[in-house]
Every structure is written in C-alpha cells, then in structure tokens.
C-alpha cells in the first residue's frame, strides 16, 4: 500500500518503471534480511548443537572417569582380599606343616616307646631265662654234690687205708687195731670237716654266681634304660630343631612375600595412573571441565541437607544418563554410543531446524510476493 502510494505520487509514465524498481529493491531487501536471519538462526543452532555436544562430551567423560575410579576401587578390593588370602594361606600352610611335623614326632615317640618297652621286656625275660638256667644248673650241681662227695669220701678211704697199710709194712710198725680205729676216726673227722668246707664254698660259690647274674641283668637293664633315654632325649632335641627350622623358613618366606607386595602395590597404582591418563588423553578438554564442574557441584556446603540432595540429584542424573546410553548403545562401548547418539541428536536436530528454516522462508517468500 505504501509502495503504490508513492508510486501514484509519481508522473503515470514513470510509474511503471519506479513500482518494478521499488519492486526488486524490496526483494533484495527481504533477501537480504532473510539470509541474514537464517545465517544468525545457523550460527545459533551451531553453537547451541555444539554446547550440548560438548554437554554430552563431558557428560560422557565423567561416566567414563567414575566407571573407571569404581573398577579401580574394585579391582584395589580385589587385590587387598587376594593378598589377605595369601596372606592367610601362607599362615594356615605353616600351621598344617608344623601340626604334621609335631604328629609325625608324637607317633615316632610312640613307637619308640613301645619298641623300648619291647626291648626292655625281651631283656628283662632273657635275664630271667639265665638266671632260671643258672638256678637249674646249680640245682642239678647241689643234687650231684652229695654223690660226688660219697665217692670221693669213699676214694680217700681207699687210698687212706692203702696208705696206712703200706707205711706200717715198710716201717715195719705194729699198729693195734685202737690206734688204727682211732686214726681212721681222725681222718673221717678231718674228711667230714674238708667236706663242709667244700660244700660251703659251693654254695658260696652259686650265691656269688646267682648274685653275678642278677647284677649283670640289672646293670644291663640299666644300660638299656639310659640308652632309650638318650634316644628319646636326641628324637626331642631333632623334633625342637625341625620345628626351629620351620618357624625359620615360615618367618623368611613371609619376610620375601611383604617384601614382593610393595612392588605388587606400586605396579597396581601405576597401572591406574596409566588407565586415568589415557582417559585424560582420550577425552582432552571435556573431562578436565567435567571434572572441574563435579568439583564445584561437589564442594561441602554449610547446610548438611543440601549437599545430600545436591549428591542425590548428581547420582539421579548419572544414573539416567548411563541410561540413556545403554537404551541408545545396544551393545556397542560408551565411545561409540556417545558419538553414535550425540551424532543420530544432531541430524534428527538438523533436519527439524531445516525443516523449520524452510518453513520460514516460504512464508516470507509469500509475504514479499503479497507486497
């Protein structure tokens, strides 16, 4: 309307002219303009599509950080229980081996024990078996005495009287048949007495010899006792070293193992420290910012309640951020979902927005065509 109100304040044969001229001014103008707005709406939708890529970068980085801090806290649990087992296994191991030890000993006693009452009671039966021959053969010597005696008695007779009656017929003595009793008499008394003495000296004889035996048994008896005495005092001395030995190997064994754990332990935090620089590497920028957003959300507040709903909240949004990833993921790693999803966001964004500009500039294209 403004336009042909000034063009009829125009000459009727420039007219024509001017309106076709306003015409096309105008056109560029809206051209203008419209390239201009959708150029701003572009930079817009850009940067707003790379804030919330960015957003989701980090969003993503700080899943990853806390997933990997949680298996690496896991793994530091697993590993600590692990060395509490070995610990506990080298324990156990050396209690089994020194009850073994100290069972073999109880059973290498009792058996020496009982081979030494053995020994000791075969002893003591061949001691008693000797004696029990000695008193025979005594017996069996006292019964043979008396016989022995008779004829020897009876010999010396003999040869008393042979001598008498050779001394008196080279003497050429004559000897009444009184002196000869009474001489024979003394001889008799004298053989009698002889003949005590020798009995006397053969039981003397077998009480020393009976004496002998039962104090030889007894020194044997004795000898053997100490023997076993010293044997079992050498099995408890060999049972104390043994038992030294292993108390030795058990303290240097796990003196080695401490010793070995320490390394373990650096080898295992280095690997983390590994772990979490390539995650570093890997993220660049958007972790570093992510964590630096998670450390002033996660300062300590002065009101108690607050930082608790504050982690409550934090912990609700990582939980349904892990869900969504999972529910876009299907199967594949966080990377590749994150990228897979922030991408599938970005074109279906795309194509609304593009939808929209379009839109947009059929309707200022009709709005030009009705001016």
């Known amino acids: 309307k403004l336009l042909k109100h000034e063009v009829e304040l125009l000459p009727k044969d420039r007219r024509k002219e001017a309106l076709k001229l306003r015409k096309e001014q105008l056109e560029r103008e809206h051209i203008e303009r419209e390239k201009n707005f959708v150029d701003r709406l572009n930079e817009s939708h850009e940067s707003h599509m790379k804030r919330l890529s960015d957003t ?19 793994m530091r649990a697993r590993e600590a229980a692990l060395w509490e087992m ?14 073994q030890l100290k069972d073999m000993f ?14 000791l009671d075969h002893l003591k039966r061949m001691m008693e078996r000797r004696e029990e021959e000695l008193i025979k053969n005594q017996a069996v010597e006292r019964r043979a005495l008396p016989k022995r005696i008779r004829a020897e008695m009876k010999a010396r007779e003999m040869m008393y009287r042979e001598s008498l009656r050779i001394s008196v017929t080279n003497l050429h003595e004559a000897i ?26 053969f039981e003397m004889k077998h009480a020393k010899q009976l004496e002998e035996a039962r104090a030889g048994s007894q020194a044997a008896v004795k000898e053997l006792e100490q023997l076993q005495n010293e044997k079992r005092k050498m099995l408890m001395e060999h049972e104390t070293s043994k038992l030294k030995e292993l108390d030795e190997s058990y ?10 754990l320490k390394p373990r332990k650096q080898c295992l935090e280095e690997e983390f420290q590994q772990q979490l620089e390539e995650q570093e590497r890997h993220y660049g920028h ?3 910012a992510a964590l630096a957003a998670e450390r002033n959300r996660s300062t300590p507040l002065r009101d108690g309640e607050g930082s608790r709903s504050k982690s409550r909240y934090h912990s609700d949004t ?27 966001g970005s074109g279906s964004r795309k194509s609304s927005n593009d939808r929209r500009l379009s839109a947009s500039r059929h309707s200022l294209v009709s709005r030009g065509s009705d001016l």
């Open 56 to 74: 989701h970068r980090e969003k993503i980085a700080l899943l990853d950080r806390q997933f990997l801090q949680q298996k690496q806290q896991l």
């Open 86 to 99: 070995e610990e506990r296994q080298l324990h156990e191991r050396h209690q089994l081996a020194k009850r």
């Open 106 to 119: 109880f059973l290498q006693r009792h058996q020496m024990l009982v081979h030494h009452e053995k020994e």
């Open 176 to 201: 009444t048949p009184t002196e000869e009793k009474d001489r024979f008499k003394k001889f008799q008394e004298a053989e009698k007495k002889r003949y005590r003495a020798e009995q006397q000296r």
């Open 251 to 260: 303290a240097k064994e796990f003196k080695d193992w401490k010793a070995d």
């Open 286 to 288: 958007y972790l570093i």
């Open 318 to 344: 990582i939980i349904s951020g892990t869900s969504s990833i999972d529910r876009r993921s299907h199967g594949k790693s966080i990377d590749r979902k994150s990228s897979d999803s922030d991408y599938s």
